[in-house]
């Protein structure tokens, strides 16, 4: 009876991990980020992403997202924000072309620590997800709220290069989860996890390049079923500050 039992112990494992189905993919995001800097307090941060599979090659999302932004005590900030999302199948093999929008009111707070000559950086969002009706693979009527969604990014920045121009080569490592909650979500609290490596030179105070990797761990639905996703990132950062435009 105890080895029966033991068996029985061992092979629970085995059985839950021959229900979890991972499903690996290979991505190319291209990114490009505006801020736009009003005084010393106030700034506006948009940016457009392409996600694009590649292998085979198909749309995946493309969005667009600006964030007011304004600086308060010590080293903290505060956002308020929008993101317009299109969404195409989650499998570059789908038989359905159907784009699904999707609007994403969100709130966040920003804050940068110093360590020496590195940089910690924790950000907190809270975001409102407001997905476009759609049946029979249609859209159909408006937007109806589906679920918030938490997201904590811890990330770090260390610079290994500068010259006299300002010329600057700094390496990031970001690391990013997120969780759902709702009365819509019942097997996937849980949502994702994001870990980025990248290589960020800045050619002077307005413009940055920025070439990375990230692998995009998701759960579905089902909560059994998980994305893997390898990314490569290509990302332009451009800033404006408007104050300093003002004094020339």
Request: glycine share 4%.
């Amino acid at each position: 009876m105890k080895k029966l039992i033991l068996v029985i112990i061992l092979m629970i494992p085995q059985f839950f991990l021959a229900q979890k189905k991972v499903e690996n993919q290979q991505l190319i995001w291209y990114g490009y980020y505006n801020s736009l800097k009003f005084n010393e307090n106030w700034s506006l941060n948009s940016e457009i992403q392409e996600r694009q599979f590649y292998n085979p090659t198909a749309q995946h999302q493309l969005v667009f997202r600006s964030n007011l932004e304004r600086k308060l005590i010590g080293d903290w900030n505060a956002s308020v924000g929008m993101t317009l999302f299109f969404q195409n199948p989650n499998t570059p093999n789908s038989e359905s072309n159907l784009t699904v929008p999707e609007l994403r009111p969100d709130i966040g707070f920003n804050n940068k620590q110093k360590l020496g000559f590195l940089t910690i950086n924790h950000r907190y969002k809270a975001e409102a997800r407001f997905f476009h009706d759609v049946e029979n693979n249609r859209l159909v009527g408006g937007y109806r709220f589906s679920n918030f969604r938490f997201r904590y990014q811890l990330g770090l920045d260390i610079p290994i290069w500068k010259n006299e121009k300002q010329q600057t080569i700094i390496v990031k490592i970001k690391d990013e989860i997120m969780f759902n909650a709702g009365n819509k979500i019942v097997k996937n609290t849980f949502d994702q996890n994001r870990i980025y490596l990248a290589v960020n030179y800045k050619l002077n105070n307005s413009y940055a390049v920025e070439l990375g990797y990230m692998n995009w761990f998701q759960q579905q639905k089902s909560g059994t079923d998980f994305y893997n996703r390898d990314i490569l990132r290509f990302s332009i950062f451009h800033s404006i500050d408007l104050k300093k435009k003002k004094n020339e």
